[in-house]
């Protein structure tokens, strides 16, 4: 029988870096969901589809293959229609079109039988933003993961420095509390903790600590 961890939390919180070291930790697959919406936001830019309800949108996705592989490093890898988009998907950009992308009910329901259907044949963490609520709500462990704004800004900018990109603290900080508020705001599967979840603060851990204390409170609680 196979375990899920399910991971929530805001954007810029780690849930990435931490939930994929955590799963090579404890010899879990790692799955990235956000990816996912990221993927559909790229398609979207690419066909200019306005992200909002309609029939543009439905076209789209029925017109779309979105799927995620490992490479042969145990690596996630997301295809959209065969193309290997892991990194384009990964820009500020791409980012604040997921927010929008997400809200829309056809193309969570889209994304939706893929994400459960990878929790039951592997153990995962899956992480994500409705994970434990909507997505594998009898996961065996959820935890709630997060960090100040500011926190996570700060750490954003670093990154997106070191990749050589010409970005500003403060338009990211604005990014950042943007999509908080409409991550928190939307009418479907809004960003909210799991009721039986586990608070994981990080605003004042490193990476390593807040790799720990993941990995420690899903030990705790298998």
Request: hydrophobic letters at 40%; a negative charge.
């Amino acid at each position: 029988m196979s375990i899920a961890i399910a991971i929530d939390g805001p954007a810029g919180a780690g849930k990435s870096t931490i939930s994929k070291s955590a799963a090579k930790k404890l010899g879990f697959i790692y799955i990235d969901t956000g990816a996912l919406y990221r993927t559909v936001g790229l398609a979207a830019t690419r066909n200019n589809v306005e992200p909002v309800e309609g029939e543009a949108v439905n076209n789209l996705l029925n017109s779309i293959k979105v799927e995620l592989t490992f490479n042969d490093k145990g690596e996630q890898v997301v295809l959209l229609d065969g193309e290997d988009v892991s990194g384009l998907i990964r820009t500020p950009e791409a980012s604040m079109m997921a927010s929008k992308i997400s809200a829309i009910p056809e193309v969570r329901a889209y994304l939706l039988d893929l994400q459960r259907n990878m929790a039951k044949t592997d153990n995962v963490i899956m992480d994500g933003r409705d994970i434990g609520t909507v997505v594998l709500p009898d996961a065996e462990v959820k935890i709630f993961l997060t960090a100040t704004p500011e926190a996570r800004a700060t750490r954003r900018y670093k990154e997106l420095v070191e990749k050589g990109m010409d970005v500003k603290y403060e338009d990211i900080l604005e990014d950042v509390k943007t999509r908080d508020y409409n991550d928190s705001h939307r009418d479907i599967a809004p960003l909210k903790q799991a009721e039986d979840a586990v608070l994981a603060d990080t605003t004042e851990i490193d990476l390593e600590g807040s790799i720990d204390l993941i990995v420690s409170i899903i030990k705790e609680h298998m």
